[in-house]
């Protein structure tokens, strides 16, 4: 091998060897960082057990009795609070499961025709109301009329989840100052139960007027030199018993 083939071999190699280590830089910078970033996101609650916002069924089930004609007065209350409910909330239709074969058939078609017209009463189109037959597996049990549409709703979870085991170890997580995986999943996950509006969640609703009629009351009294305060007249009727004197 020639002089001029051995200063291009070693040239080649110190190419190859620097290259080499540029990539074996670039590959520790990328790993720390990707380590970095999964530290950042385990280290908040809200991204590790997030809370989204689904449709799920809102379900009420009615008992009749088999011989019964008809809904008692506290189903009827029940089936137009949920009437009701479905004017604000609701984001379908109404499915109405009718048993068949069972021993109170008779009675739930009767109870079904009371239910659709107190549902129409309340404002519900009869076109969003949509009734389907279903069947029991034993025949002599007594079943229930099913309604149900379907709703906004919240949820978080699911909890009880522990990736990584929270002794010491060598992981760097460990060394980390923070929490462990499943902290803050009950909290969001009652959030997500107890909110009213899901979609307060994301987004604030919009303000209301302000009530104009006290407004004015204050306003005129300002104007007349009188005392804007509020005044109570039952304020100092309240009595101590004297009872034990």
Partial sequence: MTRKHLVLFALRGLVLAGLGATLAACETVQDTAENDAAIAISSDYRIRHPISIVEKDRTLEVFVGGARNGLTPEQRAEVLAYA????????????IEQPLGVRNARAAAIALSEIRSIMVGVGVPPQA???QNYRVAEKGMMAVIKINYPQLAA???PCGQWPDDL???????????????????????????????????????AETPAYSGRRSVVLDKYRRGESTATTYPDANKGAISDLGK
């Avoid at 479905?86 to 109404?94: A, D, E, K, L, P």
């Avoid at 909290?187 to 987004?203: G, I, R, S, W």
Wanted: hydrophobic share 40%; net charge positive.
């Fill in 155 to 157: 949820q978080a979870g």
């Fill in 167 to 205: 002794g010491p170890s060598a992981d760097r997580k460990h060394f980390e100052n923070v929490p462990y995986w499943n902290l803050g999943c009950a909290a969001q996950h009652n959030l997500a139960a107890m909110v009213a509006n899901p979609a307060d969640l994301v987004q604030p609703r």
């Fill in 84 to 95: 009701q409910t479905w004017r604000s909330n609701g984001t379908g239709r109404f499915v």
């Fill in 129 to 131: 109301i949509k009734v």
